[in-house]
């Protein structure tokens, strides 16, 4: 079983559309939930995190946690063609961190 | 904002070859970390280190890597004999601690480099 599952997409929305993105995950040690996001050719970029379960907003951005269900989800409001990028979940105990494939996003203007 | 870096942004090299990826992490930052990203797969945990050994490593992390500090501010992983399934973006990665709770354990990513075994 993988550690991180992530449905690749690609996803396309248009400008304004509430984005919802998701993963699971199966190691119940993980505490912390990273999303990264990543733009062609470049390093991921740390965007949020939550502890544990929950829910945690910044901005246009929402990051839910249900450890119960390992459910991992990210939401984005009002999306901006700015926010076209590869999404990577990243479920982790602290040291080690495993990483969904990524989830392609356009958003089309 | 400081940031990590990496040189060289794309390296092509012979099968068999040597090669050294240098980072160079946030100066305050004590953990430094290596992934790997084969083109249109998921970012790969290789290794991590702290105080100057490794804390934990892949099973990708064969004989064939090895990392090294070898001053105050480079962090290297080198492959000894390359072979094609090395092709691959190496991100390098470091962070202040590993301490759950702290916010002091994010990673942040260097925008990474191109490997490419011919």
């Known amino acids: 079983q993988k550690e991180v599952e992530q449905d690749p997409g690609p996803l396309s929305v248009p400008e304004g559309a509430i984005v919802s993105l998701n993963c699971t995950y199966s190691?119940?040690?993980?505490?912390?939930f990273m999303w990264y996001r990543q733009y062609s050719r470049k390093g991921p970029e740390l965007l949020m995190y939550?502890?544990?379960?929950g829910n945690k907003e910044d901005g246009r951005f929402t990051a839910q946690v249900d450890k119960s269900s390992k459910y991992i989800s990210l939401f984005i409001r009002d999306s901006q063609p700015s926010d076209s990028a590869t999404y990577l979940c990243?479920?982790?105990?602290?040291?080690?961190?495993?990483f969904g494939t990524g989830t392609s996003l356009t958003v089309i203007p | 904002e400081p940031e990590v870096t990496q040189t060289p942004s794309h390296q092509v090299t012979q099968m068999g070859q040597e090669v050294i990826l240098r980072c160079v992490p946030i100066?305050?930052?004590?953990?430094f970390y290596w992934y790997r990203q084969i083109l249109g797969q998921k970012v790969e945990f290789l290794v991590s280190?702290?105080?100057?050994?490794?804390?934990?490593k892949s099973e990708i992390f064969d004989d064939q890597f090895s990392v090294e500090r070898p001053d105050g501010s480079n962090f290297t992983l080198k492959i000894r004999s390359t072979k094609l399934e090395d092709s691959a973006m190496y991100f390098c990665?470091?962070?202040?601690?590993?301490?759950?709770?702290?916010?002091?354990?994010?990673?942040?990513f260097g925008p990474g480099t191109r490997l490419t075994v011919l």
């Open positions: 100066s305050n930052h004590l953990y």
């Open positions: 939550t502890y544990s379960s």
């Open positions: 990243a479920p982790n105990t602290g040291n080690q961190f495993y």
């Open positions: 990665a470091s962070s202040v601690t590993i301490q759950p709770g702290l916010g002091t354990d994010t990673q942040y």
């Open positions: 190691n119940s040690a993980f505490q912390y």
């Open positions: 280190f702290y105080n100057n050994e490794i804390s934990e």
